[in-house]
């Protein structure tokens, strides 16, 4: 263990056994468990409210977290020589929720609504809210095609994202038909990197340093869409998502419309689009029109997934009500 790591740790109460290296970071093992040492970035305002979140969860009884460890002095965060600011939270020995695998899925639904139902109970006033970024997103994809048209020469991805912007364009304004919604604490980056599978079928659910309070069926269609693009839109992934969700939380037509608009608004062609805005024209990545073509190939099967998803979650439900 080099001396700037050990000046790090003798910083906190612990009975330290063993110390290897970890992704992004140390992993330190004492007496009452394994903890991560990283390098954080996080106001110490949003970290005190991620931890108040946190300790609310645990009281609750949702358990695994990634809490974090406070040091001597009370403090969560801890800096080394060079004033570089560190925290020490739980670590969870397991593996990433695998999002091609539907027991997987299940669990994760399960567990996110297990988590939402928790969320609810904490009060919000004080934290912060999510302004929608629908306007942000939809003024930069016309930009986008704005600027590309006014080349005189066109690399592949301009051309080709020019000629697809009719093909995603049409699905923007169904987006903007927003229902009400009682604004909750959310995650805020619920997917696979962040679920931890452990032994016994439980999960960890880790890093809510992204947390907000807003509508939390974003957190639903976050990780639908993920499983989504990895499993080219096939509608029964979304349906072991939903269903084990609803065994824990019910949702309600309004919900199911919320989530179809959400869905069909061309996440990924704004992604490209922001990307590009974002990147030195002289050279563009060959990726970029790789992932260009493939978001063209995926989309078909996603408007299909959108028919299905509306037959069967809005027509079919409202003709039954």
């Not at 020995?93 to 904490?122: V, W, Y």
């Not at 038909?177 to 599978?197: D, I, R, T, V």
Request: proline share 3%; aromatic share 14%; glycine share 4%.
């Amino acid at each position: 263990m080099q001396e700037k790591q050990k000046e790090l740790i003798d910083q906190y109460d612990m009975e330290l056994l063993h110390v290897r290296r970890g992704r992004g970071g140390l992993v330190c093992e004492d007496r009452n468990g394994l903890y991560d040492l990283q390098v954080c970035d996080l106001s110490p305002k949003r970290l005190e409210q991620a931890f108040e979140i946190k300790e609310q969860l645990i009281q609750q009884g949702f358990l695994y977290v990634d809490q974090y460890y406070r040091n001597r002095e009370g403090e969560l965060l801890t800096y080394d020589r060079y004033q570089t600011p560190y925290i020490m939270k739980r670590h969870f020995e397991g593996r990433e929720c695998d999002i091609r695998s539907k027991k997987d899925i299940q669990t994760a639904g399960e567990q996110l609504g297990i988590l939402h139902e928790f969320l609810k109970k904490i009060p919000t006033e004080g934290y912060p809210r999510k302004k929608s970024r629908l306007d942000l997103k939809t003024k930069e994809l016309i930009r986008t095609k704005q600027y590309i048209a006014r080349k005189n020469e066109k690399k592949e991805f301009e051309m080709l994202f020019y000629q697809y912007f009719d093909l995603f364009w049409k699905d923007v304004e169904p987006a903007y038909e927003e229902e009400p919604y009682e604004p909750s604490l959310c995650h805020g980056a619920y997917h696979q990197h962040h679920m931890l599978m452990l032994p016994g079928q439980r999960m960890a659910v880790i890093q809510f340093e992204h947390f907000y309070v807003g509508n939390q069926l974003e957190d639903v269609f976050y990780l639908m869409r993920k499983i989504l693009e990895k499993n080219q839109y096939d509608f029964s992934y979304a349906r072991k998502l939903l269903d084990a969700y609803e065994t824990k939380r019910r949702l309600s037509m309004a919900d199911y419309r919320s989530l179809y608009r959400m869905l069909s608004y061309p996440e990924k062609y704004w992604k490209l689009a922001n990307q590009y805005m974002n990147h030195r024209k002289s050279f563009l990545s060959p990726k970029l029109t790789e992932k260009l073509q493939d978001a063209v190939k995926l989309q078909e099967k996603k408007e299909k997934f959108l028919r299905d998803f509306w037959l069967f979650y809005l027509q079919m439900k409202d003709v039954s009500l």
